[in-house]
């Protein structure tokens, strides 16, 4: 059994007495993808910040790569840390910003080092370009270069997609696949639910806490929700009818389809039927998707703060 | 690679420092085109022997020996008299207001004592608020209105050496007794420039790096507050280093500032204070939060070095608390160390005091900078 990349409980960040990160716990095992969810401002980066040593956690203790949270030292050469916002210098070309991260991880030689991650990453082509005139897409892959050229073993990725086009973002998780593949463990935040999907486990944070965490599967069981899809040309009547009728929680339109879900399946399945009956559209069970999961733990969080 | 400290790291930091330095025009302009132009603005306006000053005559008797002088003096072109025949008290209005530059003071005896042989006395009062305006005038003076009056008296200009006793020219330098001269001033401009930029750039260093967003990204990196601290500053010595060279060239060739002292041993003191100044700027940068609270910081010292170190009122004219504050300052060591260098050719036993001063300066500013970097983002 080998050691979990990432190891961590009980983690406290206050910012002037207001608690961001609330009691966090959290394991990630060796070449493991884990995806880190939750609202805007629910401690995402505060947490990754404090697993990078950026930050020092005011309770909680844990280990990261074997090392423990205070080693910051040992852990910062073991780990690629991509920032939220691009903080690669813009006045500096790719090769630049490279070389630059490379002789500070002490790789030797640089240049074959930036000339390898260039290639492997598709930027040779634009090596001259100044990183602050680089379009979002390509702002992003340079500073994943920078943060996989020394081979780390823990890739901790900061919304690493955000902004960025559907191809861009596919070919990013397949270049992520591929080095879990070969052992590398990657956290990975993001508000994109079908990455979220193509993680391994997912964690759930919510005010600073973490609601739920394990497979896909594990967390949908957890929020034990229940949907109903339905179809018909009297939606809009159907949801203004079923809007705050027992064991409906949330109202959704896809399109010209409405999703129903509710905690309580008994009474989500006679509302239904009522309103089935009374505006004649068409009522089946469906699979609950991982975004009604997380929107209901939102709203259980909300309730938690009030 | 050791922990604590990398000549691989410390080398990418510099090349980063240097590639940022070159893409940025404007400051690099400023690093080398405000020193030249400062020195060139400050080094003309004081080095130029400004002539045709206004002075008045407080002359009683208006007799040939007062009018030789007179015009022995107009001719120097150094004074010109707009105020002829007023009273002491008049004169004394006159240049308190600045009307004047100068008074002339001729007594009432005064053709008397020349026609008797007695020793005659002539008083000049000038206004020296702005001591390097009025030197040249004053320092013609002793002579020209002798020869004046000797030549008025008969006796050929050859006798004068011995002769020259007769008069006796009194000059007051009034409001400012030291008396600074050009040749004080061009070397403390090197020192007031030198500071002024090397403080100013340095004490954005950081703050820089945290307004843009890219410190995260560097502490996240395994690179140690030393590193980070000798990778910012010493690309600044190099820069000051260039603008040493700049400004001494352009003092010698300008304006001919003497240099009678050992140039080994003043560019090792000018290196010491660059130092001393860029880690003062570096420590300014890791107490602020953002570039503006950097400035104020720089801001907020410059005035009293300037004021209190010597360079614009004389050290020792202060009071004692003044100029134990100026003694915290590292422009005041400065001072004292390239005047003594530069002008009285002194030695290293000579400036010892000052050179310990300013390395004393490095390492508490220094200490200063480790202690205060924030090595998170808390
Ligand atoms: N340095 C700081 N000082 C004070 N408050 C902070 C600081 N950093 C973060 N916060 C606060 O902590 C909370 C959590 O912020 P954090 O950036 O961790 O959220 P997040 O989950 O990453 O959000 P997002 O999805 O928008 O990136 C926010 O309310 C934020 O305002
Ligand atoms: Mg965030």
Not at chain 1, 162 to 179: N, S, T, Y
Not at chain 1, 223 to 236: D, I, K, Q
């Amino acid at each position: 059994m080998t050691e979990p990349a990432i190891d961590v409980s009980g983690l406290v960040k206050r910012f002037d007495g207001r608690t961001v990160v609330d009691h966090v716990s959290m394991r990630v095992e060796q070449g493991e993808i884990a995806g880190f969810l939750g609202p805007n401002g629910s401690g995402k980066t505060t947490t990754i910040r404090v697993m990078c040593g950026l930050l020092t956690a005011d309770e909680g203790h844990g280990r990261v790569l074997g090392h423990d949270l205070r080693k910051r030292h040992l852990i910062k050469r073991e780990i690629g840390y991509m920032t939220q916002r691009f903080s690669l210098y813009e006045d500096l070309t790719i090769a630049e910003n490279l070389a630059f991260v490379a002789g500070l991880y002490g790789l030797n030689p640089v240049q074959s080092f930036v000339r390898d991650t260039l290639a492997d990453l598709g930027l040779t082509a634009r090596r001259d370009q100044l990183a602050g005139t680089l379009s979002g897409g390509w702002k992003q892959r340079l500073a994943l270069a920078a943060c996989v050229m020394h081979n780390p073993r823990l890739l901790l990725l900061d919304e690493p997609t955000a902004g960025v086009d559907p191809k861009a973002r596919r070919e990013f998780w397949d270049e992520i696949h591929l080095r879990a593949e070969n052992g590398l463990t990657v956290l990975v935040s993001t508000h994109y639910m079908d990455e979220a999907e193509r993680c391994h486990r997912i964690n759930y944070i919510s005010y600073g806490r973490l609601v739920a965490s394990g497979t896909v599967a594990d967390v949908l069981a957890k929020a034990g929700l229940t949907t109903w899809v339905l179809e018909g040309p009297n939606t809009p009547d159907a949801a203004k009818l079923l809007a705050g009728k027992p064991g409906v929680d949330e109202v959704t339109h896809f399109g010209t389809t409405l999703h129903v879900v509710g905690r309580d399946a008994a009474a989500l399945k006679r509302s239904v039927a009522d309103a089935v009956q009374a505006t004649g559209v068409q009522g089946q069970p469906a699979d609950t998707t991982l975004e009604d999961a997380f929107i209901r733990f939102m709203a259980d969080g909300q309730d938690n703060m009030q | 690679m050791s922990r604590y400290f990398s000549i691989r790291r410390l080398t990418a930091l510099w090349k980063k420092e240097f590639i940022q330095m070159r893409r940025d025009r404007v400051t690099f302009a400023m690093m080398l085109g405000v020193p030249l132009m400062q020195l060139i603005l400050f080094g003309f306006a004081i080095n130029n022997d400004p002539k045709n000053l206004p002075a008045a005559l407080v002359a009683p008797t208006q007799d040939h020996y007062t009018r030789a002088i007179v015009s022995a003096l107009e001719l120097t072109g150094y004074y010109r008299f707009d105020h002829v025949a007023v009273s002491a008290t008049e004169a004394e209005a006159l240049i308190e207001r600045g009307t004047v530059a100068f008074v002339v003071t001729i007594p009432s005896d005064f053709g008397l004592r020349v026609d008797r042989g007695d020793r005659p006395t002539l008083l000049i009062e000038a206004d020296a608020t702005d001591p390097a305006v009025a030197s040249g005038a004053i320092s013609t003076l002793g002579t020209v209105a002798s020869d004046a009056l000797l030549h008025e008296m008969g006796i050929a200009s050859q006798a004068a050496e011995t002769a020259r006793s007769h008069l006796n020219v009194i000059v007051h330098r009034r409001y400012n007794p030291e008396g600074i001269t050009q040749y004080n001033i061009v070397p403390g401009l090197l020192g007031v420039i030198l500071q002024m930029t090397m403080v100013m750039m340095t004490s954005m260093a950081l703050t820089r790096e945290t307004e843009r967003g890219t410190m995260e990204n560097l502490l996240a990196m395994p690179v140690t507050a030393a590193e980070i601290m000798l990778g910012k500053v010493l690309p600044y010595l190099g820069v000051g280093a260039v603008q040493v060279i700049v400004v001494l060239g352009a003092a010698k060739l300008l304006f001919n500032v003497p240099f009678v002292g050992d140039l080994g041993l003043l560019l090792l003191g000018v290196l010491v204070f660059v130092l001393s100044l860029v880690l003062l700027g570096y420590s300014i940068s890791t107490v602020s939060r953002s570039q503006m609270q950097a400035m104020q910081l720089t801001f907020f010292f410059f005035l009293p070095s300037i004021m209190l170190s010597g360079f614009m009122f004389p050290f020792r004219g202060m009071p004692v608390w003044a100029q134990w504050i100026g003694e915290l300052m590292p422009l005041t060591h400065f001072l004292r160390m390239i005047r003594a260098v530069m002008l009285k050719g002194a030695g290293p036993a000579n400036i010892h005091p000052q050179m310990t001063a300013l390395i004393v300066f490095v390492i508490i500013f220094a200490l200063i900078a480790l202690a205060r970097f924030r090595r998170t983002l808390d």
